[in-house]
């Protein structure tokens, strides 16, 4: 039976960043990523991948900083497909309430935007929001497991479906019928929280899987069109440039659903709910509203991401609501961070990649 000292199980972005980080602070470890299906495939391929500095709770806030400055830093290192955009928050509410929860406001501007069909609701006020950008998700997963090939072992196609403890360590039993003993397990499955391999270790998180829906309005953005985040309705108009079109995100309150069937597909309700909401911002836009993407996410009681050890050397990792692209880093930094991933004698050193 092979041995590592981490098994990363999920090869998602939240995965890939703790194998980077892992591998970051402890060189000398044996790393393995395993990801029943291609990486990146999950949660992180149906992403918007929009990154912007905010956060409602002050851990929240410092994850943002430091996510923040690991994805500039990523983005130039790795090449990472991450495309800067300006941005814009519109608010009717409480403005102290808007100061507060985003980092890098800056100054005010109008709310309205009448040549992108952009209306400002009654009371609105805007100000422009630095340090925004949006990322292929799936594209950067890969991009950052491609850099580590030569120090982690990346096994796809490999579900996992028995963890069990075994001496100081880990047994995990593997879809194909192979086993891998880890010193450590790090579980960072996405919305798959109920997999029958660890539902019972995660169910006193109090996790649940709540349905996400974007929709894609046909409509091409201008090089310089700017991100608009309407801050009343947790919602957001995304240029994605290379795509050729808008992306609008809004609230779906469908909860309690499962990665194995919430489908891929809209629902007519769901382009019902996605209009109601832009024709509030944009009514100019809600006739170019016909498509879309679909899936969920895993979110806590909290809405903060979570990191916990569920048993000795086996730690949960993920359920960011929503957010786990732009908390990413922050996410992999604190579970690292909860790991003992000191040199142990009984490990065999890392695999090389032969040339
Ligand atoms: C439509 C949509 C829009 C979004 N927009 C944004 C956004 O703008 N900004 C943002 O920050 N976040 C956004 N998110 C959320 C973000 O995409 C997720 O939080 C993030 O991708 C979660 O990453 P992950 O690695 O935890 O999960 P995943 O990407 O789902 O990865 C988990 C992996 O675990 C694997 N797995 C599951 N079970 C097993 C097993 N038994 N054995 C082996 N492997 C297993 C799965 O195959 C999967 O690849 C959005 C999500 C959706 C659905």
New binding site residues.
Partial sequence: MDTVDLAV????????LIAHEAVAAHPEATVAV??????????????????FPRGATARVRSMTEHSHHVWERLAGELGLPIREVDATVVATGDADNVRATYLRLGDETSPADPDRGLAAPAGARAWTLHGCH?AD?QGV?GRVLAALRDQVTVLEG????EIAADGDGHRLTL?HGRQLRARRVVL?????IA?P??AELVAPLGLRVKK???AHLEASPAPDAPLTVFHDEDA?L?PLHERGHYLF?YTCDRWDVS?DDVGLVLERSDLDDARAVLGRFAPGLVDRCDSG??????YSPRREPVVAELRPGLVF??A?????????PAIAAETVAALDLTPSRTVSQPRQRQS
Avoid: K, M, N
Avoid at 188 to 192: D, K, S
């Fill in positions: 199980v999920g090869g998602g972005v939240i995965g890939a395993l990801e029943r299906g291609l990486i990146g495939q999950g949660a992180s391929s149906r992403s918007a991948g929009v990154h949006y998700v997963a490999t579900e996992v479906t879809g960072a499955p996405g919305p798959w997999h391999a660890w996400i829906v974007a957001f995304l995100s990665p993407r679909v899936f969920c996410d895993a990792a993920g960011a609501g929503g957010s786990g692209y732009r908390l990413a």
